[in-house]
């Protein structure tokens, strides 16, 4: 059983914020994902990370950053919320192929 | 360029009934399969992955695929669908490397 946590789980903020969505795994795991989901529709990969200080952007362009300063901790930040950033956001870390999620975090920006 | 298609967007069974969902892939290379599950407001959770060797591989829930290369299919099945089962189904593609492409999920509902 994996373990990866999100916080927070539902955000509402308005437009113009900064915030940061935390992502942790106590697994030991190399690489890790942010995927952006909106309702009802297919997943996509917007950042990437194969080790600490590497990161890459995914197929779907995305205004977020991301930092892996550690093995455990790969936070995403946007530096000034818009309603377009309203989604939710599924974070991930593989070993040998196969992908662990954490519960997701929804955000909403007024 | 890889990619995932669900034909089905959404499916009503029977609770009791079988339940088939399908997926066809395209992918350059030996893929890596997978089918997840997600129930509302919760992330994916993992129901059963192919890598290679058998082509029909089980999962948790009572749930099977099967991995037909000629088709480039990865279709899902359960014999007898439980209330439970309602939840969005998403079949990826991918590597070892873990990046995944995703399809556009089928929605499961299950009536009594």
């Known amino acids: 059983e994996a373990d990866i946590y999100q916080t927070p789980r539902y955000l509402v903020i308005g437009t113009g914020k900064k915030i940061t969505l935390e992502c942790s795994q106590t697994?030991?795991?190399?690489?890790m994902y942010w995927y952006q989901q909106d309702p009802g529709m297919e997943l996509h990969l917007i950042h990437y990370?194969?080790?600490?200080?590497?990161?890459e952007k995914g197929d779907l362009s995305s205004e977020s950053t991301v930092s892996r300063i550690r093995t455990e901790h790969f936070p995403l930040t946007l530096e000034s919320a818009r309603p377009s950033h309203t989604s939710q956001y599924l974070c991930?870390?593989?070993?040998?192929?196969?992908?662990?999620f954490g519960e997701g975090s929804r955000l909403t920006v007024l | 360029a890889q990619s995932v298609t669900q034909p089905d967007i959404h499916i009503t069974v029977s609770e009791g009934a079988s339940l088939e969902l399908r997926c066809n892939y395209s992918?350059?290379?030996?893929?890596?399969l997978f089918w997840y599950v997600q129930s509302p407001g919760q992330g994916l959770q993992l129901l059963l992955k192919?890598?290679?060797?058998?082509?029909l591989v089980q999962g948790i829930k009572g749930f099977e695929a099967e991995f037909k290369r000629s088709q480039s299919s990865f279709n899902l099945r359960k014999p007898s669908v439980h209330w439970s089962d309602a939840a969005e189904y998403f079949c990826a593609v991918g590597d070892s490397w873990g990046k995944l492409q995703f399809g556009a999920g089928t929605q499961v509902v299950v009536t009594p």
């Open positions: 990370s194969y080790g600490v200080n590497s990161t």
């Open positions: 992918y350059g290379a030996t893929p890596y």
């Open positions: 697994m030991g795991h190399d690489k």
């Open positions: 991930a870390s593989s070993a040998r192929g196969e992908l662990f």
């Open positions: 192919y890598f290679s060797g058998d082509t």
